[in-house]
Nanobody, 119 residues
Framework: QVQLVESGGGLVQPGGSLRLSCAASGSIFSGAVMGWYRQAPGKQRELVASITDGRMPMTIYADSVKGRFTISRDNAKNTVDLQMNSLKSEDTAVYYC???????????WGQGTQVTVSS
């Protein structure tokens, strides 16, 4: 069964931190580049961070989150996390995880987790 379950979102003040977690089924996760995407109201979904598989995973970040967000993965648990620090109002969005690129898994988005940054 193909499944992606995101969690960890919430309401946080500007400058605060959140840690998101994604549990993925093996068919999506195993050996794949995984990423966190976000979609703000009225905007297209965008990739904010990705991580390769292997003993020394490589990470790539969108310029808008570089230095503030950190992506990591646990291959034993089939999970990928996103540590978000120094949050800004423009980080407000629904956050999703999936493969990079999504390919055929574009039909299997999870419910996402809402992140709201507001004072």
């Amino acid at each position: 069964q193909v499944q992606l379950v995101e969690s960890g979102g919430g309401l946080v003040q500007p400058g605060g931190s959140l840690r998101l977690s994604c549990a993925a089924s093996g068919s999506i996760f195993s050996g794949a580049v995984m990423g966190w995407y976000r979609q703000a109201p009225g905007k297209q979904r965008e990739l904010v961070a990705s991580i390769t598989d292997g003993r020394m995973p490589m990470t790539i970040y969108a310029d808008s989150v570089k230095g503030r967000f950190t992506i990591s993965r646990d291959n034993a648990k089939n999970t990928v996390d996103l540590q978000m620090n120094s949050l800004k109002s423009e980080d407000t969005a629904v956050y999703y995880c999936n493969r990079v690129p999504v390919g055929p898994f574009g039909n299997y988005w999870g419910q996402g987790t809402q992140v709201t940054v507001s004072s």
